[in-house]
């Protein structure tokens, strides 16, 4: 038997006459995943693609690569026969006894896509399991709470056999829907926001603002760290690194401090939104969660984007800190996160922020700054690194 992987995806399948476009995105990201895996040959059927050629030995590294590929909705390990029935039963027999050797309960379940092959998918299902009872010991068949499930699939002159339907990211493919600026600090939220829009097709670039001596280095290295692992979900970043001492002591020193974080947040959303245009990215994003600390408030929110013209997408706004840090730890970020590394806003905390600040008085507190002077200066000392290129 032909050993291939089928990768299923779902919502391409509603896209209508753009559907090629999308389909073309998530090849190109699947090739991308299965580089280095054999001389590997992808095919293309209604809402499957299946992958053969691959070394064999390593085929759970490579399945683990395929799962991190936005738009795949998941992946199974198939064997390939041809779809006469005779064909079908000796498989499936080879197949159950090679995974499931100690027998166990079961289920069939069949599909076809061919209306007028003999059987349909329910007469498929009983035949092949009655087949299987009569050929393995130790089997019985349970249709509600079966300890496997046999995938039968009927597709043409051929048949896709297989036990396990292992989930991808699903989503859209990178790269279909534009790029986004991230602002990434060394927390837990702005990597997690991050990922739930690379999930929706969107390629990201990432700006950290930095606060030698503030900040250690080792705080700058953590957000690397969390942008590299960002990457592996298959968009190499590039992360501008902008010097922020300046603009923050220039603040400390000339506003009332009750205005700080508000005051930084705009300096923030500004340099964001300058390097954004200059990287062709359509939005700027952030990790910010209303209501979790004094400048996530919506007066906050708004005030800091009356300084922007691009969207800016909040993706973790309705959030709970539990459902972050949950999805921080399904994505590989959360370690790092917490490596007790403070970041540029942490350290500037005015003791009695404002939590529902007024533009009109906020203003007033930026007249007293060089605004435009002090963002030149600090992307005069920025640096830019591609994380995760070849």
Known sequence: MEKILLLRYGEIHLKGLN??????????????????????????????????????????????????????????????????????????????????????????????????????????????????LENMQGL?????????????????????????????????????AGRAMLLLSGGIDSPVAGYMLMRRGVELEAVYFNSPPHTTERAHLKVKKLAQVLSGYGCPIRLHSVYFTDIQEAIYEKCDTDYM???????????????????????????????????????????????????????????????????????????????PYEDCCTVFVPRHPVTKPRLKAVLYEERKLDVEGLIDAALQKSETTLIGGE
């Open 19 to 132: 559907r090629p476009f999308f389909e073309h995105k998530l090849v190109q990201a699947i090739k991308v995943a299965a580089r280095g895996f054999g001389d590997t040959q992808l095919e293309h059927g209604q809402g499957r693609f299946f992958l053969s050629g691959y070394d064999a030995q390593r085929e759970g590294e490579l399945i683990a690569a395929l799962r991190r590929v936005f738009g795949v909705h998941s992946v199974s390990p198939a064997a390939v026969v041809a779809s006469e029935l005779e064909s079908v039963r000796r498989g499936a027999l080879d197949v159950v006894r090679a995974e499931q050797s100690a027998g166990g309960t079961f289920k069939v379940e069949a599909r076809r896509s061919n209306k007028r092959y003999p059987l349909n998918s329910v007469q498929i299902g009983a035949d092949v399991g009655g087949y299987l």
């Open 261 to 339: 974080t508000i005051l930084m947040r705009r300096f923030m959303m500004r340099i964001a939104q300058r390097l954004a245009l200059e990287s062709d990215c359509g939005c700027l994003l952030t990790g910010e969660n209303l209501g979790q600390v004094a400048s996530q408030t919506m007066q906050a929110m708004a005030v800091t984007n009356a300084v922007v013209d691009l969207p800016v997408f909040r993706p973790l706004i309705a959030h709970d800190k539990t459902e972050i840090v949950d999805k921080a730890q399904q994505i590989g970020t959360f370690d790092i996160s917490i490596e």
């Open 140 to 176: 019985s068949v349970d249709v509600h709470q079966p300890q496997f499930r046999l995938y039968v699939e009927i597709r043409g002159e051929k048949a896709y056999l297989y036990t396990h339907i292992l989930p991808g990211p699903g989503g859209m493919p990178l790269g279909s």
